[in-house]
């Protein structure tokens, strides 16, 4: 590294970077050229770039420049049960500049009743203070009614939100019925909201959790066992049925095992609009370690969906990544002590969820994939970054090196082994989910909002510099195809002439069942109030009228509809 | 023919000879002249002299007319040689017939007596007096068994036009000698009473033997109570649940756990009904709102993902539990696919097409005469896509679907016109008991798809097998019931409405198809039923045949894998180590709308309230040997004893 012309003061990095020498690596391309930057963006890229004096320039010697990676999905300072994971934005976001991770997307988490834009402002004030990298927010919709739906309505509108994570899983508590889905889907689609889905079917974890405890296994290895990962392909299934019916975008968050992996290839053969997000420690480990004789290991790795029993998992979660089934990789980040795992010692249902991953999601991804020549570097770029950009609609300023875009930039080094601990990783829990591994490839130096913040192994992070990023509703990446079979679904009557035979005669007496819940359904097979007519009220179907007396006539009396002599259609002429 | 009748004449030289009897594997003394030994014949499908359908064979590919050259060709002579006019059919032989079951075919006569086989063989010997059938070597196949009717489901009152007498008869017609009907109370109603209701109207009317299912429309305690007492004392080993149905059948994920689980104690076939009931309800309020409210509206609202998504679900559950899973009304490609895939993975999973799904499509629902697209509602939906039929065919040609069932529910034009104004009210149901063996002859037989030991399978043995009828029926066997087919290939008729009398209803889905294939004489209880197309059905002789619990077919598997299943705890040392202290926070716990459903639902993962322990409160499910209580700790002894092996 040296300096042109007149030396500045070399501790704070100048805002003016020049890389020389490097090859740039986009998810197209990738082609030797250097890079100027300027004020936090990358003004030019070229040969023979003619620059203003005084900038500090980095020779890469010829190895890779990539877009800093984006971790999808972490939970950063995440409030349980009147504590918080141990890694809060500042520690969470080192470790992500030290894994060549150059912005975060977190999740807000509001309490189920609560209001989500309060959580929104609540995690954008822990954020701002603390954060080292740029981020951004998911919102997860813990429940729903039609105020949540005009806050959803305005986190798309004006905060800058736009996906929204629900939860088919933790019964009684963030688990959603069908119903609700299709409508949260439904109201999504039209917003152009991306619709995340925690997908597990809860009711049959439920059951499952019962009959384990009721055995008298109540270690880590019960919460396995209690959740197999058929129960997710299940649920991954379900929601990419109402994703279908709903035309909406779908995106799968931690795909733990082989066969929701499938679920999500074989519909995106089928054309399904569905992302799938394998996360650092399905890609890296697998579910064996929940049978450690040491309890706290155990307990390390319990994370819902589970890590999948069958060693062959992330081998083949790295194929599908490297095709192209699975879309993007997030660490899905979310720490706890010992201490706190410890709260679950007796009974493996209060173990609080989550692993690390933040920092070793790329080395892990280049090491597993590109190295075993699974994937490409450009592809390896795709995975770990274009294409979570793409999503959040952040594209082209994040995910790739173009000029106009951030200078978010990460000098890779393809040939550095470097073996994973708990003793160095950046990360404040005891415990490294992927201890003793050894993983090739780790990055050189890392440039974030156009500074350079890791260098021969020493972080320069500032706390509270990151910006919140804001997204924009209606995604190309995920609404272009949607959009244009929103053109082509329109469904269609049939014109015919009115049935004018005989009705039979029905009795309402018998069978009245008194539903549980009148909001659901207008249609109560096979009693029916026969009042309530379909068209008529055209999509907002009246509650049930009084039972009739006697044997009602099937038309209402008074709504007769004249067949004129040309035979007109009782269809066509409501339209 | 000649040479048949040779022959024939031989055995009878013979049989006047000897007072052994023979039963089906013993060595015949001069068997070895007689024709049926002729290693030719045993050959099923090749060419031997007496098999006149070896011949008409390659017609049935040519475009020729075929209707006459299978007249002569198959023309049946009966040649009744009554020796004793009071026979009062008690005693029958079919002689020179050609035995087909679902794992070989032979050719062997058929001696019944007391409605009972009670030899089949060569030259049997066999008492004076007996009516003689000649089959002349055309197929004597077990009678069919449909395992899906639904003769009196009431719908808002009424009920379907085709009675159990009026349905029996037409499954008589079409060669199906056993029904298993479908008892479909109402929530709220008994399902003991429900089942009386069924079997005395069952008892008065129909023709042919039956059986009951059971659907489950709610689930509570006293369901569990009556089940019990019916798969005990009333002989149901089957019985349905739904997924779809909003608000009136449909049960959650949870209930449909405990169901399979308690179903599966008692040694029950769990039937399914796979459409996603909550995104139907969603689907209906859309496609009404959009003012689309003719029969176009039911397949639109019910699109065959829905379907597929149930069958997965339910194959889901059928795995957790370890159960068996019977999908009913496979009408989709999906549906059908996802079957096969779960089968695969070694899931134990029936699935179930229908007549209307295997030889017709959704096509219909747009037709402009409203009437007849009516007729074509039922649930799931048939599929809009035309080459349905032909890929549920190869799926059940291949045994990836094994039984074929019609789920003849029939109502009549102004029945169906209940909904003429709204889709969603229309009375669910197709015809069908009466074509089913005849289609799946002519759409898969016929076209090579499946052999004749297949069909037998799927029409008759797979049904015995899953339902524990086996062998008592779906099987031409010494001691089985005399429930018999002769088969005739080549017969073709067009189905009309118009023409079969034998049922009531006045549209029927498979108009002015051309079927091949037809029961030339079938007999039911050892009597002769049908014959030359006339019905000659008493009403009220069709018994109720009983079904025991744990049927092999389905629950072998099971039960291995039960003992394979146990899971076990890993024994470690107990945690020493700090513990972080979490306040209580009772705010947390959300009421449940619904207490009676799940022991666990009172823990709200992942924020749990910590005093409430699983197994202390849970109440009686928890049960009480697990010993730890909140006040009660678990001394670790200085060898490090386990704190999970203390626990037993």
């Given at each position: 590294m040296?300096?042109?012309g007149?030396?500045?003061i070399?501790k704070?990095?100048s805002d003016?970077?020049l890389?020389?020498?490097g090859?740039i690596?986009?998810?197209?391309?990738?082609?030797?050229?250097d890079i100027?930057?300027e004020d936090g963006?990358?003004k030019?890229?070229?040969?023979?770039?003619?620059?203003?004096?005084g900038?500090?320039?980095?020779?890469?010697n010829?190895?890779m420049?990539?877009?800093?990676?984006?971790?999808i999905?972490?939970?950063f300072?995440?409030?349980?049960?009147?504590?918080?994971?141990?890694d809060?934005?500042?520690q969470?976001s080192?470790?992500?500049?030290?894994?060549?991770t150059t912005?975060?997307v977190?999740?807000?988490?509001p309490e189920p009743g609560t209001s989500?834009m309060?959580?929104?402002?609540?995690?954008?004030?822990?954020?701002?203070e603390?954060?080292?990298?740029?981020?951004?927010?998911?919102?997860?919709?813990?429940?729903w009614n039609?105020?949540?739906?005009?806050?959803?309505d305005?986190?798309?509108?004006?905060?800058?939100?736009n996906?929204f994570?629900?939860?088919m899983?933790y019964k009684?508590y963030?688990q959603m019925?069908?119903?609700?889905?299709?409508?949260?889907?439904?109201?999504?689609?039209?917003?152009?909201?991306?619709a995340?889905?925690?997908a597990?079917n809860g009711?049959i974890?439920a059951?499952?959790q019962?009959?384990?405890?009721?055995?008298?296994?109540?270690?880590p290895?019960?919460?396995?066992?209690?959740r197999?990962e058929?129960?997710?392909a299940e649920?991954?299934?379900?929601?990419?049925?109402?994703?279908?019916?709903?035309n909406?975008p779908l995106?799968?968050?931690?795909?733990m095992?082989?066969?929701?992996?499938?679920i999500i290839?074989?519909?995106?053969?089928?054309?399904n609009?569905v992302?799938?997000e394998?996360?650092?420690a399905?890609?890296?480990?697998?579910g064996t370690?929940y049978w450690?004789?040491n309890?706290?290991k155990?307990?390390s790795?319990?994370?819902?969906?589970?890590l999948?029993?069958?060693?062959?998992t992330p081998?083949?979660l790295n194929?599908l990544l490297s095709?192209g089934?699975?879309?993007?990789t997030?660490?899905?980040?979310c720490?706890?002590s010992v201490a706190q795992?410890?709260?679950?010692?007796?009974?493996?249902?209060?173990?609080p969820e989550?692993?690390?991953g933040?920092e070793?999601?790329?080395?892990?991804?280049?090491?597993k994939?590109?190295?075993t020549g699974?994937m490409?570097?450009n592809?390896?770029?795709?995975?770990t970054s274009?294409n979570?950009?793409?999503i959040?609609?952040l594209?082209?300023?994040?995910g790739?090196?173009?000029v106009?875009s951030d200078a978010?930039l990460?000098?890779?080094d393809?040939?550095?082994?470097?073996t994973i601990?708990?003793k160095t990783?950046n990360s404040?829990a005891e415990?490294?989910?992927?201890?003793g591994?050894?993983?090739?490839?780790a990055?050189?130096?890392?440039i974030c909002q156009?500074?350079?913040?890791l260098?021969?192994g020493?972080?320069?992070?500032?706390s509270g510099v990151?910006?919140?990023?804001p997204?924009?509703?209606?995604?190309?990446f995920?609404?272009k195809?949607?959009?244009?079979?929103?053109?082509?679904?329109?469904l269609r009557?049939?014109?015919?002439?009115m049935y004018d035979?005989p009705?039979?005669?029905?009795?309402?007496?018998?069978?009245?069942?008194?539903?549980a819940?009148a909001?659901?359904s207008?249609t109560?097979q096979?009693?029916?109030?026969l009042?309530q007519s379909?068209f008529?009220?055209?999509g907002n179907?009246?509650p049930?009228g009084p039972?009739?007396?006697?044997d009602v006539?099937?038309?209402?009396?008074?709504r007769?509809?004249?067949?004129?002599?040309g035979g007109?259609s009782?269809?066509?002429s409501l339209? | 023919r000649?040479?048949?009748?040779q022959?024939c004449?031989?055995?009878?030289?013979?049989?006047?000879k000897t007072e052994k009897?023979?039963g089906?594997?013993?060595?015949v003394?001069?068997a070895?002249?007689s024709?049926?030994i002729?290693?030719?014949?045993y050959a099923v499908?090749?060419?031997g002299?007496?098999?006149p359908?070896?011949g008409s064979?390659?017609r049935?590919?040519?475009?020729g007319?075929?209707?006459?050259?299978?007249r002569?060709g198959?023309?049946?002579r009966f040649?009744t040689?009554?020796?004793s006019p009071?026979g009062k059919?008690?005693?029958?032989?079919?002689?020179g017939?050609?035995?087909v079951?679902?794992d070989?075919?032979f050719y062997?006569?058929?001696?019944i007596e007391d409605?009972?086989?009670?030899?089949?063989?060569?030259?049997?010997?066999?008492p004076?007096?007996?009516?003689?059938?000649?089959?002349n070597g055309?197929?004597v196949?077990?009678?069919?068994?449909?395992?899906?009717t639904?003769?009196?489901?009431?719908f808002?009152?009424?009920?379907p036009?085709?009675?159990f007498?009026?349905?029996?008869?037409?499954a008589?017609?079409?060669?199906?000698t056993?029904?298993i009907?479908h008892v479909?109370?109402?929530?709220?109603?008994?399902?003991l009473e429900?089942?009386?209701?069924?079997?005395?109207a069952?008892d008065?009317k129909a023709?042919?033997?039956?059986?009951?299912?059971v659907?489950?429309?709610q689930w509570?305690?006293?369901?569990?109570?009556e089940?019990?007492l019916?798969v005990?004392?009333?002989g149901?080993?089957?019985?349905?649940?739904?997924?779809a149905?909003k608000?009136v059948?449909?049960m959650t994920d949870?209930?449909?756990y405990e169901?399979f689980s308690f179903?599966?104690q008692?040694?029950?076939?769990?039937?399914?009904h796979?459409e996603?009931g909550?995104l139907?309800?969603?689907?209906?309020r859309?496609?009404?709102?959009m003012?689309?409210?003719?029969?176009?509206?039911?397949?639109l609202?019910?699109?065959?993902?829905?379907?597929?998504e149930?069958?997965?679900?339910?194959?889901?559950?059928g795995?957790?539990?370890?159960?068996?899973?019977?999908?009913?009304k496979v009408?989709s490609?999906?549906?059908?696919?996802?079957?096969?895939?779960?089968?695969?993975?070694?899931?134990?999973?029936f699935?179930e097409?229908?007549?209307?799904?295997l030889?017709?499509?959704?096509?219909?629902?747009?037709?402009k005469?409203w009437a007849k697209?009516?007729a074509?509602v039922?649930?799931?939906?048939?599929s809009?896509d035309p080459?349905?039929?032909?890929?549920?065919h190869?799926?059940?040609?291949c045994?990836?679907?094994?039984?074929v069932?019609?789920s003849h529910?029939?109502?009549?034009?102004?029945q169906?016109a209940v909904?003429?104004?709204?889709?969603?009210l229309?009375p669910e149901?197709?015809?069908?008991v009466?074509e089913?063996?005849?289609?799946v002859?002519d759409k898969?037989v016929?076209?090579?798809?499946m052999?004749e030991?297949?069909?037998v399978?799927?029409?008759?043995?797979?049904?015995?097998?899953?339902f524990?009828?086996y062998?008592?029926?779906?099987?031409?066997a010494?001691?089985s019931?005399?429930?018999?087919?002769?088969?005739d290939p080549?017969?073709?008729?067009t189905?009309?409405?118009?023409?079969h009398?034998?049922n009531?209803s006045?549209y029927n889905?498979f108009?002015g198809l051309?079927c091949?294939?037809?029961?030339?004489m079938v007999?039911?209880?050892g009597r002769?039923?049908y014959?030359?197309?006339?019905?000659?059905?008493?009403?009220g002789?069709?018994?109720?045949?009983?079904?025991?619990?744990?049927?092999d077919?389905a629950?072998?598997?099971v039960?291995?894998?039960?003992q394979v299943?146990?899971?076990q705890g890993?024994?470690?040392g107990?945690?020493d180590g700090?513990?972080?202290?979490?306040?209580p926070?009772?705010?947390y716990?959300?009421?449940?709308?619904?207490?009676?459903t799940?022991p666990?639902?009172?823990?709200p993962p992942?924020?749990?309230n910590?005093?409430?322990?699983n197994f202390?409160l849970s109440g009686?499910q928890?049960?009480?040997?697990v010993?730890?209580r909140?006040?009660?700790r678990?001394v670790?002894?200085p060898?490090g004893?386990?704190?999970?092996?203390?626990?037993g």
């Amino acid at each position: 590294m040296s300096y042109q012309g007149k030396k500045n003061i070399p501790k704070i990095t100048s805002d003016r970077l020049l890389i020389k020498g490097g090859r740039i690596v986009n998810d197209d391309q990738s082609f030797h050229a250097d890079i100027y930057m300027e004020d936090g963006l990358i003004k030019q890229i070229g040969d023979n770039l003619i620059v203003p004096g005084g900038v500090k320039t980095i020779e890469a010697n010829g190895k890779m420049v990539i877009p800093g990676g984006i971790d999808i999905h972490t939970h950063f300072q995440m409030p349980y049960r009147g504590t918080t994971t141990v890694d809060d934005f500042n520690q969470g976001s080192k470790a992500a500049l030290a894994g060549g991770t150059t912005m975060i997307v977190d999740h807000v988490i509001p309490e189920p009743g609560t209001s989500l834009m309060e959580a929104y402002d609540q995690w954008r004030q822990w954020a701002d203070e603390k954060t080292c990298c740029d981020y951004s927010l998911h919102v997860d919709i813990t429940h729903w009614n039609d105020s949540v739906k005009q806050e959803v309505d305005n986190l798309i509108k004006e905060k800058g939100v736009n996906s929204f994570h629900v939860y088919m899983a933790y019964k009684d508590y963030y688990q959603m019925s069908n119903s609700e889905l299709y409508e949260v889907f439904t109201f999504l689609a039209e917003r152009g909201g991306i619709a995340q889905v925690h997908a597990e079917n809860g009711e049959i974890i439920a059951e499952e959790q019962a009959r384990m405890l009721q055995m008298g296994i109540t270690g880590p290895e019960g919460h396995v066992l209690s959740r197999p990962e058929e129960l997710e392909a299940e649920a991954v299934f379900r929601a990419i049925t109402i994703a279908s019916q709903t035309n909406c975008p779908l995106y799968v968050t931690r795909v733990m095992s082989k066969s929701a992996a499938d679920i999500i290839s074989q519909a995106r053969k089928k054309g399904n609009v569905v992302f799938g997000e394998p996360i650092t420690a399905s890609l890296g480990t697998d579910g064996t370690h929940y049978w450690s004789k040491n309890w706290a290991k155990a307990a390390s790795f319990v994370t819902s969906p589970p890590l999948s029993p069958d060693p062959t998992t992330p081998d083949y979660l790295n194929t599908l990544l490297s095709s192209g089934d699975l879309s993007v990789t997030g660490s899905a980040h979310c720490t706890f002590s010992v201490a706190q795992k410890a709260i679950g010692k007796d009974d493996f249902t209060q173990i609080p969820e989550g692993v690390n991953g933040v920092e070793e999601r790329m080395a892990l991804i280049w090491d597993k994939a590109v190295t075993t020549g699974k994937m490409d570097e450009n592809m390896f770029v795709a995975v770990t970054s274009t294409n979570a950009a793409k999503i959040l609609n952040l594209y082209p300023r994040k995910g790739r090196i173009a000029v106009g875009s951030d200078a978010d930039l990460v000098i890779w080094d393809t040939d550095s082994i470097r073996t994973i601990t708990a003793k160095t990783h950046n990360s404040a829990a005891e415990y490294n989910v992927f201890e003793g591994m050894e993983l090739r490839g780790a990055p050189l130096v890392v440039i974030c909002q156009g500074k350079i913040v890791l260098e021969d192994g020493n972080l320069h992070a500032t706390s509270g510099v990151g910006r919140f990023i804001p997204c924009s509703p209606f995604p190309d990446f995920a609404y272009k195809r949607v959009k244009a079979r929103k053109q082509l679904a329109v469904l269609r009557a049939v014109p015919r002439g009115m049935y004018d035979g005989p009705v039979s005669e029905f009795s309402m007496s018998r069978g009245g069942t008194p539903s549980a819940s009148a909001r659901t359904s207008p249609t109560k097979q096979p009693v029916r109030n026969l009042h309530q007519s379909g068209f008529s009220l055209a999509g907002n179907p009246a509650p049930c009228g009084p039972p009739t007396p006697d044997d009602v006539p099937i038309r209402p009396a008074g709504r007769r509809i004249v067949v004129p002599p040309g035979g007109r259609s009782n269809i066509t002429s409501l339209s | 023919r000649r040479k048949s009748k040779q022959s024939c004449l031989r055995r009878f030289a013979f049989l006047g000879k000897t007072e052994k009897s023979f039963g089906m594997f013993s060595s015949v003394e001069g068997a070895f002249d007689s024709k049926t030994i002729d290693f030719d014949n045993y050959a099923v499908g090749r060419k031997g002299s007496r098999t006149p359908r070896s011949g008409s064979r390659e017609r049935l590919l040519d475009t020729g007319d075929p209707v006459e050259d299978a007249r002569t060709g198959v023309e049946v002579r009966f040649s009744t040689e009554k020796e004793s006019p009071d026979g009062k059919n008690e005693r029958l032989l079919i002689k020179g017939g050609r035995v087909v079951n679902d794992d070989q075919s032979f050719y062997a006569d058929v001696y019944i007596e007391d409605g009972l086989i009670k030899q089949v063989g060569e030259n049997l010997v066999v008492p004076g007096g007996v009516k003689v059938i000649e089959a002349n070597g055309r197929m004597v196949i077990p009678g069919g068994i449909d395992v899906n009717t639904c003769l009196m489901k009431p719908f808002l009152g009424t009920q379907p036009v085709d009675d159990f007498l009026q349905g029996t008869k037409a499954a008589i017609a079409g060669g199906t000698t056993m029904i298993i009907d479908h008892v479909t109370p109402q929530p709220e109603d008994s399902l003991l009473e429900a089942f009386e209701r069924w079997q005395e109207a069952a008892d008065k009317k129909a023709c042919c033997d039956y059986s009951l299912h059971v659907d489950i429309p709610q689930w509570n305690e006293s369901v569990k109570y009556e089940l019990e007492l019916l798969v005990q004392e009333k002989g149901v080993n089957s019985f349905q649940v739904y997924m779809a149905y909003k608000d009136v059948y449909q049960m959650t994920d949870s209930q449909l756990y405990e169901a399979f689980s308690f179903l599966k104690q008692l040694g029950a076939v769990v039937l399914v009904h796979a459409e996603n009931g909550d995104l139907i309800a969603q689907e209906q309020r859309k496609i009404l709102g959009m003012g689309i409210t003719g029969p176009e509206g039911h397949p639109l609202s019910r699109p065959e993902e829905l379907e597929a998504e149930a069958v997965f679900r339910a194959i889901t559950l059928g795995n957790r539990v370890n159960c068996p899973v019977y999908i009913t009304k496979v009408m989709s490609k999906s549906a059908a696919d996802t079957i096969t895939q779960a089968r695969r993975k070694g899931s134990v999973v029936f699935g179930e097409p229908i007549t209307a799904s295997l030889a017709t499509d959704g096509s219909h629902y747009w037709s402009k005469n409203w009437a007849k697209a009516a007729a074509y509602v039922t649930s799931p939906p048939l599929s809009p896509d035309p080459t349905t039929p032909d890929h549920l065919h190869t799926l059940l040609a291949c045994g990836d679907l094994q039984v074929v069932g019609s789920s003849h529910c029939a109502y009549s034009t102004s029945q169906k016109a209940v909904g003429k104004d709204d889709f969603t009210l229309i009375p669910e149901g197709t015809n069908g008991v009466e074509e089913r063996m005849s289609f799946v002859w002519d759409k898969a037989v016929a076209m090579g798809k499946m052999d004749e030991n297949q069909f037998v399978a799927v029409t008759s043995t797979n049904a015995a097998k899953i339902f524990n009828l086996y062998p008592r029926k779906g099987r031409i066997a010494v001691g089985s019931d005399a429930d018999i087919v002769i088969w005739d290939p080549d017969s073709v008729k067009t189905i009309t409405a118009k023409l079969h009398k034998h049922n009531a209803s006045e549209y029927n889905i498979f108009e002015g198809l051309e079927c091949r294939g037809a029961p030339a004489m079938v007999l039911s209880q050892g009597r002769v039923v049908y014959e030359d197309g006339n019905l000659q059905t008493q009403q009220g002789t069709g018994r109720f045949i009983p079904r025991k619990p744990f049927p092999d077919y389905a629950y072998q598997r099971v039960k291995f894998r039960n003992q394979v299943k146990n899971k076990q705890g890993v024994t470690r040392g107990i945690y020493d180590g700090p513990v972080y202290d979490v306040i209580p926070t009772p705010k947390y716990i959300t009421p449940a709308p619904s207490a009676k459903t799940s022991p666990t639902s009172h823990q709200p993962p992942p924020i749990r309230n910590l005093h409430q322990s699983n197994f202390s409160l849970s109440g009686a499910q928890i049960d009480d040997n697990v010993p730890r209580r909140s006040g009660h700790r678990i001394v670790a002894p200085p060898g490090g004893r386990s704190n999970i092996t203390s626990l037993g």
